[in-house]
Nanobody, 117 residues
Framework: QVHLAESGGGLVQAGGSLRLSCAASGSISSNNAMGWYRQAPGKQRELAAVIRSGGSTNYGDSVKGRFTISRDSAKNTVYLQMNSLKPEDTALYYC???????????WGQGTQVTVSS
């Protein structure tokens, strides 16, 4: 079983920055993909960013060029640097991980990001 502990959410003005962190513990391999999804009220959960063990990344269209995902594999920690934040970035941000072989999803509890206009 994997436990994901998120931190770094909060309230920020439009144009500001936040950095989210997620530390994984339990049955996790450095080969796991890790990432962030987000869910705004009344909307479906969507991809923010994913990073694989080799360092390749994918970003949701709405965050490309503004968000940067990174990881410290030695610490099983993934980060999301969010710049130029917009009110539409307001959402609950969930940390996610899955093994590459025999994939299954593990989710954190979520951290709230609120961007005021």
């Amino acid at each position: 079983q994997v436990h994901l502990a998120e931190s770094g959410g909060g309230l920020v003005q439009a144009g500001g920055s936040l950095r989210l962190s997620c530390a994984a513990s339990g049955s996790i391999s450095s080969n796991n993909a890790m990432g962030w999804y987000r869910q705004a009220p009344g909307k479906q959960r969507e991809l923010a960013a994913v990073i694989r063990s080799g360092g390749s990344t994918n970003y949701g269209d709405s965050v490309k060029g503004r968000f940067t995902i990174s990881r410290d594999s030695a610490k099983n920690t993934v980060y999301l640097q969010m710049n130029s934040l917009k009110p539409e970035d307001t959402a609950l941000y969930y940390c996610w991980t899955s093994p590459v072989v025999k994939p299954y999803n593990s989710w954190g509890q979520g951290t709230q990001v609120t961007v005021s206009s």
